[in-house]
């Protein structure tokens, strides 16, 4: 959609403040009735509520921002969704100051109109009657109560300025999100106040993808994935239907190149344990044991390689190390060897290889879910080594080119900051046993329940480690040790309810000026931005907002590094960049014409951006095959852990729309389903009670009989289980969380959930 159509006042509305005759009557019934009221001294006035000749009522509750709009105006307003990393871009219908739709903005790139389940429920998010009103502390008998804004801040402020003087280091910040501009600022302030303990997002999602591109590209960001020009695509393990942020751009191009374009129609062959959504809409699946896509990959590169089937020019002029990996390919992964680990016969794994080579331009695909296993690095390398072999890196596999921001100013840290930053992390990323990671939460909750010097202070920014993080218990267990404990989150959350000492709550996306900072996907480059489509309801404020208010609190060269007076201007500082490039699909004269139009589209875009060039290929020999925690003989099955559709970063659960999707075939959305094969375990049938039993916990479920799901797995959705989270979250289903094993995979030190052991025992039949 245009920017001027997205602005103009929709067909329902004149948009001249008009007044029908009916209004006009009512308005004289209302003035006599308040005169009456008036005349005779009656204590109570009945309320009349009047409608226009279409039945909508036009007296209606008061919402902040109402005022600045006419009778019955409705605007369409552009921002970036932010129910998950993708940042797609989505039009806001607002009527009277009030949200009451969300829709697709065709003008992004990253979703052309399309919007997934997590963007359409983004308004129950925002009318969520259990948000937190405003700040809270919870008292000397533990609970939680109302606070003022200005106490809650001197508090803060006082708190943290003590934290700082004694020990700069023992300042701990959790944040979920791992990139945009609030990510930054948060890795800013940490710097500034002197402590090296900024655990992000990283770990949980994406690290492994990373941790592969810095060893086989020098890029330390997931890559781009072009489907529009791919003719055969392999998904190995994949979940980038159902559980990707990236969703909804990957189901389109998955479409797309399903009708043909013009040409031959393309493939997409799916392999992977259980029957998933990848799997439904593929052109062909395949059963495959589980993590079994690092061993397949390598097999793959054997037949290329044995039947000179890959790319001679790039492994000449771009390739290194090439040599040593074939070696290791063509003696340890011949298509019978790899047929005993993966379960996929040596015909088809070569029949596989030779449709690769012969449908070029064709690759294979990995996603978070491909790599939720304890091999999910060297998975990632295999895969990434199998497209350089079919010539897919540079054409259809490449880096992400970046938006050209400004930067922030530098700043210089004061004796303290210095002092504190010197101290080890307590999480160990970046050391020997970690050097690929940014930040290992496994780790860090071992560290703090080690007995060493804990955090004095938390700080938690979209983050619920009482829930989303393996094992919650522990993290309880840990995280209670600190004796400052601040969450900036707007819901009340199982952290929250537990032991946050002051709650600072967040507007939601749809009240605060943010970038979106996309997860990469289309290839060129893209920003979006996020602005209030509604003025905030409650009495809460956006955490940057509070960063930078804390900041001028602890003064010195802490407030020296945070020169903007809101986040709003420190956001401009780095779109300021985009202006001046003078390029891409917004260029205007002048700054402030410029962010005009972009706030408007809610987006900036450049695809004539020359794309990253590729100037080394660094081939690897890691591998590894899936490791699987507890005994065989007494927990049979493998644990297979996946984010169903509406799990939106653990968030979703508070949001009705997503709690009725359901995660698979025949299952319930009101119960935690575990998905098994009939022979799996023996008299099972479809609607039984089981209770699935690991070395760390135990969980109550609901069986969902696939003959389809590989033998000896049994898959359990997350997202169940709240404690806390309000009415719709609380008491629905159970935490798969609570059976994983604790402990970060490999040196990216990401979070491994596919880990695991269990067994299953029958406690009731289906009703």
Not at 168 to 175: H, I, Q
Not at 402 to 414: H, L, N, R, T, V
Not at 677 to 697: C, F, K, M, N, R
Request: proline content about 7%.
């Amino acid at each position: 959609m245009s920017a001027t159509k997205s602005s103009q006042v929709s067909s329902d509305a004149s948009g001249d403040n008009r007044v029908s005759r009916r209004e006009v009557v009512a308005g004289l019934t209302l003035t006599a009735a308040g005169a009456a009221v008036g005349a005779g001294g009656a204590t109570v006035a009945a309320r009349i509520v009047h409608t226009d000749p279409t039945g909508r009522a036009l007296d209606k509750p008061y919402v902040r921002g109402a005022e600045h709009f006419g009778r019955l105006e409705s605007r369409w307003l552009a921002t970036s969704c932010g129910q998950c990393p993708a940042g797609c871009g989505v039009r806001v219908r607002v009527v009277e100051g009030r949200a009451v739709h969300i829709d697709g903005n065709p003008a992004n790139p990253v979703n052309r109109g399309g919007i997934g389940a997590r963007g359409m429920s983004a308004l129950q998010a925002l009318y969520d009657p259990d948000r937190i009103q405003g700040p809270l502390l919870r008292d000397a008998s533990g609970k939680l109560g109302p606070i003022p804004w200005d106490r809650a801040m001197a508090l803060l402020s006082e708190k943290l300025g003590a934290v700082r003087q004694a020990r700069p280091e023992s300042l701990l910040v959790m944040s979920g999100a791992e990139r945009g501009f609030m990510h930054e600022l948060l890795s800013r302030f940490c710097t500034a106040f002197g402590t090296p303990n900024f655990i992000d997002g990283k770990s949980t999602r994406s690290a492994s993808l990373t941790g592969a591109m810095r060893t086989v590209l020098d890029s330390p960001e997931i890559p781009a994935f072009d489907w529009a020009r791919a003719d055969h695509v392999l998904s190995l393990e994949a979940g980038f239907l159902e559980d990707s942020c990236q969703s909804v751009y990957l189901a389109r191009a998955a479409g797309e190149m399903r009708r043909g374009r013009g040409r031959h129609r393309a493939t997409l062959v799916h392999l992977g344990p259980l029957f998933d959504l990848s799997a439904y809409n593929a052109d062909e699946w395949i059963p495959m044991a589980p993590g079994g896509s690092c061993s397949l990959a390598l097999g793959l590169c054997h037949v290329l390689l044995r039947d000179k089937l890959y790319d001679k020019d790039f492994v000449e002029h771009v390739g290194a190390d090439f040599d040593a990996f074939a070696t290791m390919v063509r003696t340890g992964f011949s298509p019978d060897k790899v047929a005993a680990s993966t379960g996929i016969s040596a015909a088809v794994i070569a029949r596989l290889a030779e449709d690769l080579a012969a449908r070029r331009p064709s690759f294979a695909f990995v996603d978070e879910r491909s790599l939720s296993y304890s091999n999910g690095f060297q998975t990632a390398l295999a895969a990434f080594a199998l497209n350089a072999l079919l010539g897919a890196v540079g054409p259809l596999i490449r880096p992400q080119r970046k938006p050209p921001f400004a930067f922030w100013p530098a700043f210089e840290s004061d004796d303290v900051a210095r002092s504190g930053l010197k101290v080890p992390r307590l999480d160990g990323a970046g050391t020997a046993a970690f050097p690929l990671a940014t930040s290992v939460h496994e780790a860090l909750v071992e560290a703090l329940l080690s007995g060493g010097q804990k955090p004095e202070a938390l700080l938690l920014y979209r983050a619920n480690p009482l829930f989303a993080r393996i094992q919650p218990k522990r993290w309880r267990s840990a995280l209670e040790r600190i004796p400052f404990i601040v969450s900036f989150s707007p819901y009340l959350d199982e952290t929250v309810s537990s032991i946050a000492t002051l709650v600072l709550p967040d507007h939601t996306f749809l009240e605060r000026w943010e970038d979106a900072g996309e997860a990469p996907g289309v290839g060129f480059p893209v920003a979006g931005v996020r602005r209030p489509v509604v003025d905030p309801m409650l009495d809460t404020r956006a955490s940057g907002d509070v960063l930078l208010e804390l900041a001028k609190g602890l003064g010195g060269s802490v407030a020296s590094a945070f020169p903007w007076r809101t986040f709003r201007a420190a956001l401009d500082v780095r779109l300021r960049g985009l202006f001046e490039a003078k390029r891409g699909s917004i260029v205007a004269p002048t700054e402030d014409g410029f962010m005009a139009q972009l706030f408007k589209e809610g987006v900036w875009s450049d695809d004539k951006a020359d794309p990253v060039p590729i100037k080394m290929f660094s081939f690897s020999t890691q591998y590894a095959e899936p490791e699987w925690d507890g005994p065989m003989e007494s927990f049979p099955l493998k644990l297979l852990v996946y984010r169903p559709l509406g799990y939106a970063e653990g968030g979703g659960a508070n949001l009705p729309w997503l709690r009725q999707l359901r995660p698979r075939p025949k299952s319930d959305s009101s119960v935690t389903q575990a998905t098994l094969h009939p022979d799996s375990v023996a008299g099972v049938a479809h609607g039984d009670t089981l209770e699935i039993q690991s070395p760390y916990g135990s969980i109550v479920v609901q069986a969902c009989i696939d003959r389809r799901m590989v033998l000896g797995s049994i898959a359990v959705p997350m997202g169940g289980g709240h404690e806390a989270f309000g009415r719709w979250a609380m008491g629905r289903g159970v935490n798969v969380m609570h059976l994983l094993r604790q402990g970060a995979a490999g040196p990216t030190g990401a979070t491994a959930v596919c880990t695991t052991r269990v067994r299953v025992t029958r406690k009731g039949t289906a009703s």
